[in-house]
């Protein structure tokens, strides 16, 4: 794997010898569940041990998995999803895709203030409880699910009347207050796998220029849980997304602007839209644009794939701004170097900037797959099938 340490990696960095890392979760967890308090769920084996920002070792599992999906994955990037399952049952690994998950409701925390501690959490600890009670270990899909979750630890460590306000909560529902050993999010997941994906990885991305955006979400909110590599940039940013795209031979190209957000904020697609969008051309796709001149933007939260992506079409274009850079998840990314089908699987189709240059790139003849997808699509509509199978996709 390739060690990236270009000059531009001063911006935003820091000295890990100088960071005090502060107190260790799991101690206090582990005492929590020895006072009778709550209930460790233990990550499964066989996991892989990964470093985190300030050192620590983070277990990422492989096996039997609950996956927590993303309501914006669902509805606006279904292709997102499909790349994460398809990658488990691809490299054979055994997982459930729940059906009496709840959405996380991490908008009302971050964009609406219409919530409160004590529901914010309980959701939370409603969802980890259901996946408890399979024994199969949860894996966050949304970046925001996945730090608004790890700010709920935070508080369920330090507070207690918040823990005996959940717990009641809980108990309504015949459900323990149950807390996972480690928040893992699917990117972390999907990073601990690059190895057993390289193996599989059946076209070539050598030539295919990448420019990626680490979503905030997932390392700027309780930092110390993000995923790093004295590998990647010398430790000093966060090594998810650029150690896939380095595993999978492709070439991560650094960019000026590659701390800044994404431009989506939460509240500020919700209350100056405008802002969002211009943010994300001017900040991010135009900056990518000059400096680097990527093939694709690889991204690993909903929020973050959804802006640069629409963001490009809704104000790039109709004001003649320098963009065209298609984006999509290191998941779908993965997927495709997997041979993963674009359409039936990755549903690029949802994507609106032009991805079909990047796909010829990849050596991906998109007219063919198209037509694929079209003469399953009569299938469905002549009720010949009811609905894909792993034989139609796989």
Known sequence: MAVLTQEITTKRTFDRSTYEPGEDFHEILDDLERRGELIIQRVPEPYIEVMTKYGR?????????????????CGHIPGYSTAIFWIGRKLGL??????????????????????????????????????????????????????????????IMHH??????????????GKPLVMPEEIVHYSEWIYAMKEMIAEKQVRDFSDIRVTVHPACHYYKLVEEDAIYDEDIYGGQRTAIVTGLISALGAQPIDYSTWYDCCGFGFRHILVSRDFTRSFATQRKIEIMKEEADPDVVISHDTGC??????????????????????????????????????????????????????????????????????????????????????????
């Open 57 to 73: 070792t983070k277990k990422i599992p492989l096996q039997n998995t609950w996956h927590h999906k993303s309501c914006g994955q």
């Open 160 to 173: 207690e009347h918040l823990r005996h306000q959940v717990r009641d909560v809980l108990a309504k529902l």
């Open 94 to 155: 055994n997982y459930i895709d729940p059906t009496d998950q709840t959405s996380c409701t991490a908008w009302n925390y971050y964009a609406s203030a219409t919530s409160n501690a004590a529901a914010q959490a309980a959701v939370a600890h409603r969802n980890f409880a259901a996946a408890y009670e399979t024994g199969y270990y949860p894996i966050i899909h949304c970046g925001t699910s996945y730090g608004h979750y790890k700010e709920t630890r935070e508080e």
């Open 305 to 394: 794939v959804t802006t640069l992506d629409k963001s490009q079409f809704a104000t790039g274009v109709a004001h003649g701004a320098n963009v065209g850079i298609p984006v999509m998840s290191d998941a779908q990314f993965a997927a495709l170097a997997m041979g993963a089908h674009p359409y039936k699987v990755c549903q690029l189709h949802w994507h609106s900037t032009d991805y079909r240059p990047l796909l010829e790139k990849m050596g991906i003849d998109h007219e063919k797959a198209w037509a694929e997808f079209e003469e399953d699509l009569e299938r469905l509509k002549s009720g010949e099938i009811e609905y894909l199978t792993w034989e139609d996709v796989g």
